[in-house]
């Protein structure tokens, strides 16, 4: 039995797992690569605006950094099942070092929920915070 996180814990008493587990008998690969989808589609509305390929929105922003607050949440349940499949890019170190993997799922939801968008120079600030948690789950995890 893996060790529940209260992360992962809170997330499954809150019933987030929701959005991800909508379907208990969903392809778990599938799950989370969706969770990982949906990340990468908010992050993209901030890059797409701190490039100036989208107009700046306020809302919109923080509705992505939201977005991302919640799918974070998600990610210890998405990805408690350990299956490795070609189609999938999870390296299987992520169930050696579970506890790690989930404080890099917390750490990206700390960044997202504390960054806030409040004007155009903060689109950037918002997204380095991050992405560098991205980078620092990808770099180990992500093969
Ligand atoms: C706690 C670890 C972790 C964090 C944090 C994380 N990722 Fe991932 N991400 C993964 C893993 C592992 C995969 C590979 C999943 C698979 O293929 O089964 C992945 C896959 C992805 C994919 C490919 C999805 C697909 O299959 O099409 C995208 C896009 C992505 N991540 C974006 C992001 C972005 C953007 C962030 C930060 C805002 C982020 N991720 C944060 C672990 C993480």
Known sequence: MKKLTTLAATAVIAG???IALADDHADPIKMRQETMKSIGGAMKVLSDMSKGNTDFDAAAANA???????????IPTVFETE?????????DDIWANWDDFVTKAEALHTAAMGA????????GAAMGAVGEACAACHKPYKL
């Open 16 to 18: 987030l797992g929701t």
């Open 64 to 74: 992505a950094l939201d977005t991302m607050t919640q799918a974070a949440e998600t």
């Open 83 to 91: 299956a490795v499949d070609p189609e999938s890019d999870a390296s």
């Open 116 to 123: 806030e968008v409040t004007d155009e120079a903060s689109v």
